[in-house]
Nanobody
Framework: QVQLVESGGGWVQPGESLRLSCAASGFAFSRAAMSWYRQTPGKERELVAS????????TYADSVKGRFTMSRDNAKNTIYLQMNSLKLEDTAVYYC???????????WGQGTQVTVSS
């Protein structure tokens, strides 16, 4: 059974940091490209960051470049999103997504809420 379980969300003030985690199981994690998305009410889910299978390549949305860092630990089947200098507009539900390269199967986590508010 495939599972993606996000954690680490919460409430912070502007300028503070959070670290999200996504623990994966039930599929070949090392063969999957991983991504973080976020969504706010009434808006489409947007891509925040992606990382290649072995972590050698990462891409970021312009809105988070220089503030967010995505990483993965294939030994722990886990990805991370370090979010620094958080802004009000970073408030959203954050989801992790896995895409298995060979099969193109895609899986989503249940999401974790991040609220940035003063």
């Amino acid at each position: 059974q495939v599972q993606l379980v996000e954690s680490g969300g919460g409430w912070v003030q502007p300028g503070e940091s959070l670290r999200l985690s996504c623990a994966a199981s039930g599929f070949a994690f090392s063969r999957a490209a991983m991504s973080w998305y976020r969504q706010t009410p009434g808006k489409e889910r947007e891509l925040v960051a992606s990382i290649s299978r072995v972590g050698g390549s990462t891409t970021y949305a312009d809105s988070v470049k220089g503030r967010f860092t995505m990483s993965r630990d294939n030994a722990k089947n886990t990805i991370y999103l370090q979010m620094n200098s958080l802004k009000l507009e970073d408030t959203a539900v954050y989801y992790c997504k896995a895409r298995v390269i060979l099969t193109n199967d895609a899986y989503w986590g249940q999401g974790t809420q991040v609220t940035v508010s003063s």
